[in-house]
């Protein structure tokens, strides 16, 4: 079946970066692309940026842009979200999503389980 | 802060219809379609409505969606105990180019 699992939980302290992968399984990685999410504890959902496997492309939220990379590795079918300069307010759930359509009718139809990541 | 803004919750007795709203602007609602997530408590979110009113396989029917303008609504009829859940919706923003999501919608079933 299709999913996405991810690596376990981390502890950072504050100024370091942490690294989350995001393993494709059950479809062609190359195929769709992967988005990172995250959501804070009782809050909302923040959208971080999302890459193209195929071709490398990636676009990032104007909010995290030089502090987050998104990479991927396809002979392994696997995304890396790297956050740096990591504070409290990072301190969140992040998920990768798999995403597909154009633009006017993009969404995320697979979502991994989440991996907590706490700055301290 | 969020782009797309939703009323902080919702709630209703077993049976009954409830809806959701979401607003938006011309940048993103206005030109692209919606999304809506489904957040049951402590688990990941969940694709319920994509492309404005379609149910990917297993959505049960009386999940229903729909857009106007520059705003969009989630309609749950029959309402359910395993209904009690956040809800969010989404789009892409062509301003920003990048997806945005609501601030999400609290549902209790009374």
């Known amino acids: 079946q299709v999913q996405l699992v991810q690596s376990g939980a981390e502890v950072k302290k504050p100024g370091a970066s942490v690294k989350v992968s995001c393993k494709a399984s059950g479809y062609i990685f190359t195929s769709y692309d992967i988005n990172w999410v995250r959501q804070a504890t009782g809050q909302g959902l923040e959208w971080l940026g999302w890459?193209?496997?195929?071709?490398?492309?990636?676009g990032y939220a104007q909010k995290f842009q030089g502090r987050v990379t998104i990479t991927r590795n396809s002979s392994i079918s696997t995304a890396y979200m790297e956050l740096s300069s990591l504070r409290s307010e990072d301190t969140a759930i992040y998920y990768c999503?798999?995403?597909?359509?154009?633009?006017?009718?993009?969404?995320?139809?697979?979502w991994g389980k989440g991996t907590t990541v706490t700055v301290s | 802060q969020s782009v797309l803004t939703q009323s902080p919750s919702a709630s209703g007795t077993p049976g009954q219809r409830v809806t959701i709203s979401c607003s938006g602007s011309?940048?993103?609602?206005?030109?692209?379609?919606v999304n809506w997530y489904q957040q049951l408590p402590g688990t990941a979110p969940k694709l319920l409505i994509y492309s404005n009113n379609q149910r990917p396989s297993g959505v049960p029917d009386r999940f229903s969606g729909s857009k106007s303008g520059t705003s969009a609504s989630l309609a749950i009829s029959g309402l359910q105990s395993e209904d009690e859940a956040d809800y969010y919706c989404?789009?892409?923003?062509?301003?920003?180019?990048?997806?945005?999501f609501g601030t999400g919608t609290k549902v209790t079933v009374l």
């Open positions: 011309s940048s993103n609602i206005g030109s692209n379609t």
């Open positions: 890459m193209n496997p195929n071709s490398g492309n990636t």
């Open positions: 999503a798999r995403g597909t359509g154009g633009s006017d009718y993009y969404h995320m139809d697979v």
């Open positions: 989404a789009a892409w923003d062509d301003s920003l180019n990048g997806y945005v």
